[in-house]
């Protein structure tokens, strides 16, 4: 069974940032094979970015380009979202996703497994 199990969110003040990690396990899973993508819901689940296959192609959604990374190791079967000068409208519960066609996208519907979600509350 795939599983996906982001961490690292938490509480931090405007200007902050934070570090989600995503990692994957569950048999022969290998997030390799996938693109991978974070997203957030307050409350609507909304685009914050994904990585090809190879990280080759990186895609943003505009409210955090310049602010945000992402960034995979498929050694270790993780992927990362760097958050820099975060704002309070980035508070939310952040997911990542895997999409089984290896090419980065903004929607929702392209991906099919769903981690838990991580906790990312940022202060004024």
């Known amino acids: 069974q795939v599983q996906l199990v982001e961490s690292g969110g938490g509480l931090v003040q405007t200007g902050g940032s934070l570090r989600l990690s995503c990692a994957a396990s569950?048999?022969?899973?290998?997030?390799?094979?996938?693109?991978m993508g974070w997203f957030r819901q307050a409350p609507e689940r909304e685009f914050v970015a994904s990585i090809s296959?190879?990280?080759?192609?990186?895609y943003y959604a505009d409210s955090v380009k310049g602010r945000f990374t992402i960034s995979r190791d498929n050694a270790k079967n993780t992927v990362y979202l760097q958050m820099n000068s975060l704002k309070p409208e980035d508070t939310a519960v952040y997911y990542c996703?895997?999409?089984?066609?290896?090419?980065?996208?903004?929607?929702?519907?392209?991906?099919?497994?769903w981690g838990q979600g991580t906790q990312v509350t940022v202060s004024s």
């Open positions: 996703a895997a999409d089984r066609s290896g090419a980065a996208s903004g929607r929702l519907q392209s991906y099919d497994y």
């Open positions: 569950g048999g022969t899973f290998s997030i390799s094979s996938y693109a």
């Open positions: 296959r190879r990280g080759g192609s990186t």
